[in-house]
């Protein structure tokens, strides 16, 4: 059973930034390909970042891309989210979620792939 807890969500300024963290414990990170998540207001959760058990490879939904960044820090067992250039969309609730893979498998961007998640955190970007 792998347990996640993120952390580093709060309240921004358009513009500004801010560096997602998310926490396991109870599995073998290197197993895991890492993704974030988001779920706004009467929104369905939406698919944000993705990088592989390696860390060699990554996605990004459109609405982020060259704005965010995933990485993964496999020795600490963390992978990180950071968010440059904030809009007031990105406002949501942001949830760390992994997903067992076999070394060679295709990321995936879609929620049910993933067995466990996080408790969220709340980024809120004012203007």
């Known amino acids: 059973q792998v347990q996640l807890v993120e952390s580093g969500g709060g309240l921004v300024q358009a513009g500004g930034s801010l560096r997602l963290s998310c926490t396991t414990s109870g599995g073998t990170f290197n197993r895991y390909d890492m993704s974030w998540f988001r779920q706004a207001p009467g929104k369905d959760r939406e698919f944000v970042a993705v990088?592989?058990?390696?860390?060699?490879?990554?996605n990004y939904v459109d609405s982020v891309k060259g704005r965010f960044s995933i990485s993964r820090d496999n020795d600490k067992k963390t992978v990180f989210l950071q968010m440059d250039s904030l809009k007031v969309e990105d406002t949501a609730v942001y949830y760390c979620a992994a997903r067992h893979v076999i070394l060679t498998a295709a990321t995936s961007v879609r929620p049910a792939d993933y067995a466990y998640w996080g408790q969220g955190t709340q980024v809120t970007v004012s203007s």
């Open positions: 990088i592989s058990r390696n860390g060699r490879n990554t």
